[in-house]
C-alpha cells in the first residue's frame, strides 16, 4: 500500500483515540481509546520501517514492544475496572476523580 496513505490512516486513528481517551467518561471506552492510540503506532512504525528500513526488522521489534505494553496495560486496566465497579458499581472515570471528604 501506499506510505502517505498508511501514515494518514494512523495519524487519523491516533486522533480518535485520543478524543475518545479525552473526552469519554466510561473507563472501558478510555482503555479501548489507549488502544487505539497504541495500535495507530504500531501501524506508523511498520509502515516507517517497511519503507526506510532495509529489512524491516528494527520497527517490527519496536512493534513488539508496544503489543508487550498493550498487553499489561490492558490487564492492569481491567483489574483496575474490576475493583471500580465493585467499590460503587460503576466504572465511570468521573466518579472516580472526585475526593470524597
Known sequence: MNTI????LSVVLFAIGGFGAIFRKNFLVVLMSLELMLNSANLALITLSQTFGPMGV?????????LIIAASEVSIGLALAVNMARLKDKVD?????KVEE
Open 5 to 8: 496513505f498508511l501514515l494518514s
Open 58 to 66: 528494527e520497527g517490527q521489534f519496536f512493534v513488539l514492544l508496544v
Open 93 to 97: 472515570v468521573e466518579e472516580f476523580s
